[in-house]
């Protein structure tokens, strides 16, 4: 189904326990984002959970936003302009699309503002050294496949990869080449299989692992909004 102006009219769009307004337009299949200028940039957060989307591209211009759903998608491409289009995003939740390569996040390095990222079950989230180079090549990021940025994990990836102005030979290579070695995250050479599969069909769930790290972010809450964002974004990903 395409996104037409009457599936965006059409399309509920309401306070959300955040107290944000929220448009959703979740599990229509679409395949790309269009037509969503239509919105008139009233909204704080955009669910396009469940589609077919395959390019994070052609949003058009919305100061407003700060958080974009799309998990479980087919999305392999972020395009370098996003953050011209959504300066003020802060989150957004990419869980179980098929974001392949380390490079293909170059695009949100721009995305000064974005402080909450999802990337679990995408085949780039199995590359080695993944979780310093996203933290490096995104500073702003302080929440990470639902687990807290450490000081420690920043000093590391200044280490193992330098400074924008001067990146290590590493840095530079992760940020151009695109064959490099992924690793498995499941405990045996099957789970890894069956993990893999998942990916490739946009069926990947949470682990038990991923989701004890959820939960445990909810015991240390420390406000309300905090708790209700949390507990969204569970609900969300095992939807």
Not at 73 to 98: C, D, E, R
Not at 108 to 120: E, K, P, V
Not at 182 to 209: E, I
Request: a positive charge.
């Amino acid at each position: 189904m395409k996104l037409t102006v009457d599936l965006i009219n059409a399309s509920p769009s309401y306070i959300n326990p955040l107290k944000d307004r929220e448009l959703s337009l979740r599990g229509h299949r679409i395949p790309m984002i269009e037509n969503l200028g239509v919105s008139k940039d009233l909204n704080d957060t955009i669910d396009l959970t469940d589609n077919d989307i395959t390019t994070l591209t052609n949003l058009p211009r919305l100061i407003r936003l700060r958080r974009l759903l799309l998990a479980r998608n087919k999305i392999t491409h972020i395009a370098p302009t996003l953050t011209s289009s959504v300066p003020n995003l802060t989150t957004l939740i990419l869980t179980s699309n098929s974001i392949q390569n380390l490079a293909d996040l170059n695009g949100l390095g721009a995305c000064r503002r974005l402080t909450y990222l999802s990337l679990l079950g995408n085949p780039v989230a199995r590359k080695e050294h993944y979780r310093l180079f996203v933290i490096w090549r995104i500073p702003s990021v302080r929440i990470l496949d639902f687990e807290k940025v450490r000081q420690a994990e920043r000093e590391q990836a200044a280490k193992l990869f330098g400074t924008t102005d001067e990146p290590t030979e590493l840095a530079t290579k992760l940020s151009t080449v695109s064959n490099v070695r992924t690793f498995d995250v499941g405990s045996s050479s099957s789970s890894s299989t069956s993990q893999s599969a998942s990916a490739r069909n946009g069926t990947v769930k949470l682990t038990a692992a991923e989701r004890e790290r959820i939960v445990e972010q909810l015991r240390n809450a420390k406000s309300l909004a905090e708790i209700e964002r949390l507990e969204q974004t569970l609900r969300r990903l095992e939807g």
